[in-house]
DNA sequence: CTTTCATTTAGACGATTGCGCAAACGATAA
DNA sequence: TTATCGTTTGCGCAATCGTCTAAATGAAAG
């Protein structure tokens, strides 16, 4: 055994480690923007569902009350009203109160910026 | 009642459905590129995991073994193979063959290409 | 051949997700 | 006040996910 392999860290216990000052480098790197992943996996997250897409296409077309939204989608008010507030929570919907109803509208200025700050950040790291 | 409520198609059942017409509307808009959207929505999943983010990070500054990525991970050389084929089967990776070792790499190209066909797509819709 | 060892695969298990149902909330109308 | 009704919230369930351990490949060396 050479001076590069079998030196561990951890956790990832008795497994032999090839080019070692090379992982430690790239964990160095990685450590630099390591806070910043979660919350970029949770934007991607949030659009890694397909009932999420669709109610973002159909509100860019205008604001729509819950019940309406659910129409478009096939789902239950309940389960439209879930996932509207997921969308609300994370910044990509605003919503309007009038009398009972609630209207839903899209944010597109944080949907849009925060889609080219994913952009240039990758472009960035990736040529 | 007026003619733009209670007019159910399916499956939300027993809900009122106002603006009638603007939902026919929405969802025959949405029809026509909902073939699109697990595609789509598989793409971004991918990317809503901060251990697959953290794979392609790495993999930017230069190809690895795997059991060098798994040491960049922390985790078992078993998770981190798993991570790869799943990011290899929706082509962002590419692997070479060297003895016993494999080497992942990027397909930048595969990955930038994708990112832009979708910022493309959504700022098509949202302005 | 057999042994070694990096990787992959199989199986299990806890955590998370997405949905429906039903109850609670909140605003309007009577 | 009470009744109505759109929306939200709480709970449960089935499905998926991310990780582990252990066994199975597969290639190189002895």
Redesign the pocket.
Known sequence: MDST?KVITS?VCN??CFEQEKVARIKSELAKEEHLLPQLAELY?VL?????LKILLALAQGEL????V?HVLG?????T??????LRDQGWLA?R?D?????YRLRAEGLLTALKGEMRLLEERLG
Not at 75 to 79: D, E, H, R
Not at 99 to 103: C, F, H, L, S, T
């Open positions: 392999v956790p497994v032999t997250k890694g569902n397909v009932t999420r009350c819950v019940c309406d659910a789902l239950t008010v309940a389960a009203s879930h996932q509207l507030k997921l919503m109160n009398g009972k109803m609630v209207y």
